[in-house]
């Protein structure tokens, strides 16, 4: 694993050609987060911005139920703010970039409250870590958690709205050209970061470490599927087995978050009993991520986003 941190040089990205279309042709990907083929850079950026931002804004009016939904729009949004960040003036990027960061706020703590609760219950499907009544009690404590969560929520609504309101006018006010060897480079940054904190949490997995990979992959993952329309068979194993390394370490990390909570409250025995089964399952995905990440670290950055440019250079070129 110690090849990953060998980052490569920078290299120079050559802008893809364009061919003129009479008309931008929708293909693959049925959420609508994908390229289109026709399409400017400048003028992708801003229809995918465009079309989250209303998503999240549509799962909103849904409730807690939502949340979730809302979240992963937003979290699209950021990556893909992300990848084209050298196209856009610094400071509207970072105006945006607020925007987005403070609706993302007001969705975690309800998000969190959901998953420590689903955490907990799997961590009891089989074999309860403690008596009917520590479990109950347990149970009893964390749906107190999702109340208050969701109280708080409900309160945090307008607040949400009307920082995706704001996002939604940033985006719109994008420049509509941007040069495609921006939108490389975004990528390339995309994969070093993947392969830096990966190569930082296989050495030493603190919660933190693995945190700041677990974000970079969900990244890339948003990212790399926007260009999975150019070739989607390759694309999209591609973007599975990233998916994949992103479910591994969402899963540890909803389990550090379980941790956390069950150490500040509960009974002793059931406290401990958890944690020894949250220190088994979180130390099994913890493998299987490392096997992933020692496959992605195969593939240089560089190389990579050589052959994912050179897939969308050929379909931009093709009928």
Known sequence: ???????PHMPHMSEVPTVAKPEAQPVVDLSG????RGESAGDAVQRLLRQRIDAALAALARGVAGVHDARKRVKECRACLRLARSAIPRARRRSLERSLSGASRGLGAARDAEVVAASFANLCRDDPPGTPGEIAAARAALSSGRRRSREAFAAAVPEVRAAL???????????????????????LRALERVRQT?????????????HRWRRRVKDLW??????????PGPMAAWTRELHELADLLGDDHDLQV???????SHGARLRAKAKARIVARRAKLQRKAFVLAERFACERPRDAVARVRGYVSVWRRSS
């Open 1 to 7: 694993m110690s090849e990953l941190s060998d980052m």
């Open 33 to 36: 987060f994908a390229l289109l």
């Open 165 to 187: 309101d704001v996002a939604r006018a940033l985006a719109a006010s994008l420049p509509r050209s941007m040069p495609w060897a921006d939108i490389w480079s975004g990528l």
């Open 198 to 210: 990966g190569s930082e949490a296989v050495q030493a997995p603190t919660d933190g470490r693995l």
């Open 222 to 231: 948003y990212q790399a599927r926007l260009f999975t329309p150019a070739w």
């Open 258 to 264: 379980l941790s956390t909570e069950l150490a500040t």
